[in-house]
């Protein structure tokens, strides 16, 4: 294949964009994290806009909208901002309430779907002030955004989106403190708290990306299901919404991710004896919340794995198996939490011969309706 020179020895560049992770992190801070402040040169928001902006609107599609959920959960946290959220598709055929006093953020891999750019256009019709997070330099939607962050992930090849995820995520928490700096609302040791999370957030990768035996054990052990369930809280309901993408994406298994409080409203009756149940319990202030959605689901005849941090190991009484990420701060977690649900979908869709980087039916943009 004329393309193996370009996978740096990996069999798909999947594989070879995921092991990149840690160096996209760090080219996504670096530059813009000194000590206990944020700084984004070049930007044209500043506080004097800040100081009018009400209302910040999320748009983004794919794997960008799940990173935009995250950034909604920052935003809200650190710069008390209210967020709305919504897919490009839905925002540009729905009249949205939109002024000069609206922040709209949009997120975009290859800054060229079509649904994305036709949401700029028009919100910055009706005055809003449009910032793009996207990985492409002189991209349409670069272009058309009057302020522009870089995600620096490098160039994404597979469909599905790994490396360009980390880093949206990591632009996302660091625009939410430098909004907060902006606005007053980011406390002092929060600020330094980011700064820290995210400086060592490369390394953090790394210890997940070197416990692959096991995930492709599991994988190799499971690839004949057909049916998967993502359950978290907070944020990790973020990364579970995420890794049941990735799923869906390369190995064409079915699975759903719930907010792990919604689970006796409805999706609790489809579990069954021995259908799989990944848990993502990383928020510390859930955590005994997850553990009982954990009974419930394992009264039922559920198979659960946990994803931890390693303070928790004791979980492992409780569920059939365990993957730990390192203690660190729970606002990080999504970085390396996201990268284990990335090689799950990998090793299951290896080891069921599926065309991981080319899956059928997806495009890597898609830049028509
Ligand atoms: C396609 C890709 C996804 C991506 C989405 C948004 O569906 O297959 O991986 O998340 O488009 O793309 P964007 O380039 O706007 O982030």
Redesign the pocket.
């Known amino acids: 294949d004329p393309g193996d020179a370009e996978k740096g020895g990996y069999d798909h560049f999947m594989m070879k964009e995921m092991m990149e992770q840690p160096k996209a992190m760090n080219d996504a801070i670096t530059g813009r994290c000194s000590g206990n402040s944020v700084l984004f040169s070049g930007l044209h928001l500043d506080s004097e806009m800040m100081k009018h902006i009400n209302r910040i609107q999320i748009v983004?599609?794919?794997?960008?909208y799940h990173a935009g959920m995250v950034g909604k959960y920052y935003f809200e946290k650190f710069a008390r901002v209210s967020v709305e959220i919504e897919a490009a598709s839905e925002y540009r055929y729905k009249n949205p309430i939109v002024d000069k006093n609206t922040l709209l953020i949009v997120?975009?891999?290859?800054?060229?779907?079509a649904d994305?750019l036709a949401a700029i256009r028009l919100a910055k019709d009706k005055g809003a002030w449009v910032l793009a997070v996207t990985n492409v330099v002189g991209s349409s939607i670069a272009r058309e955004a009057q302020d522009v962050i870089y995600t620096n992930a490098g160039p994404e090849i597979a469909?599905?989106?790994t490396k360009a995820y980390v880093t949206q995520v990591g632009c996302m928490l660091l625009l939410a403190s430098y909004l907060g700096q902006l606005n007053g609302k980011l406390g002092e040791n929060d600020a330094a708290r980011l700064c820290h999370g995210l400086s060592i957030t490369s390394g953090l990768i790394e210890t997940v990306l070197d416990n692959q035996d096991k995930i492709k054990k599991f994988a190799d052990a499971n690839h004949e299901i057909y049916d998967l369930f993502y359950l978290g809280r907070g944020l990790d309901y973020c990364t579970c919404l995420e890794g049941s993408l990735k799923l869906k994406e390369i190995s064409y298994i079915h699975s759903e991710a719930y907010a792990a409080g919604e689970l006796k409203h409805g999706p609790i009756a489809l579990i069954d004896e021995g259908t799989i149940v990944v848990a993502v319990c990383t928020q510390e202030h859930v955590f005994e919340k997850m553990l009982s959605n954990i009974k419930e689901v394992k009264a039922r005849g559920a198979y659960v794995l946990a994803i931890v941090q390693q303070a928790h190991e004791e979980i492992a009484s409780e569920v059939d198996e365990v993957w730990t990420i390192p203690n660190m701060d729970d606002d990080i977690t999504p970085i390396p939490t996201v990268v284990y649900l990335q090689l799950l979908a990998y090793y299951l869709a290896v080891a069921r011969d599926c065309d991981v980087d080319k899956p059928k039916n997806?495009?890597?943009?898609?830049t028509v309706e």
Do not use: P, R
């Open positions: 983004a599609c794919g794997t960008a997120i975009s891999q290859s800054g060229e779907t994305t469909v599905a989106s997806l495009a890597k943009s898609v």
